[in-house]
């Protein structure tokens, strides 16, 4: 992989309005709140969801990282536990659109921070391979912000069925058809996996977004042909950015089913995921960013 331009500190070197954005919303108000309440609250330092924050694509991944460290710094919880909240928070009104638009919205910002860092950005198109499901839903919104910044982006559907299966991700699917930037591609069978291989060390960054909470035993096609061709593009020094968590890891236990994706970065949401700090998830996982997506606390169970 790319090795990320560093300061003399070793970090990922800002540029100067990122540096400013990094700061936590409300922060360029003025100074914390005098008030003794206020100040123990600290609501005033939240900053906005990532589809509400514009200025997360001005960030290199340090500076996400503190965009999100309240998520970041969280305690972790398990794949049935985060699927709970989900749902308890849809019971409350937070829409599934809406999540799966901060979802996406914060691993385009986190793509295109990787590219930048690795100086790939522009360089070829962000590939995007996603699944039928609401991990895959998650690619397509990250394509259409992808390429409202400029990218080109090619997003492939990998199913079986010629459209994704849950509303919300085919409704993001149908909205891309009004991107000039994006290409979408569906691969049915594994023979399609193939002929999309062909070239791919022209990406500039690889998305996994086939599978968000990983499978028991091995991998079916067309999906493992496209976890091949994921390891194919690493092996051609391309960075692989993955959506919760890299396809073929159990987010609770962090077990891996065969094959895996590798990922150099991992952008899951929310809280960290148990899965992704047990020793298998972590070696697979590269660096893990946790962001926010507007789960209500009050939907935590833990």
Known sequence: MPTPKRNAAGRAAPTTAARAAAAPAGAAAGPAPADAAAREDESWRIPPLPADDAAIFDMSLDELAARWSRSMESSPIGA??????????????????????QAGCAVAAATRALAVETE???KGPILILSGPGNNGGDGFVAARHLARHGAKVVVVLVAGEGRPL?????????RLDAEDRVEKVHVAVARDVTILAQGIEK???????????????PLREPIRGAVELIAKARRAG???????????????????SDPVVRAHVTVTFHRPKTGLLARRGAAVAGRVLVAPIGIPQEADRL
């Open 80 to 101: 049935e536990a985060m699927r709970g909240a989900d749902r308890r928070a849809q019971a409350m009104g937070v829409t599934g659109t809406r999540l799966m638009e």
């Open 120 to 122: 790939r950005w522009g």
């Open 166 to 174: 849950g509303k919300d991700a085919a409704r993001n699917w149908d």
């Open 203 to 217: 990406a500039a960054v690889v998305v996994d977004a086939l599978l968000g909470t990983g499978t028991a035993g």
């Open 238 to 256: 391309i960075p692989i950015l993955a959506v919760d968590c890299p396809t073929a890891v159990d987010l609770t236990s962090g077990d891996l």
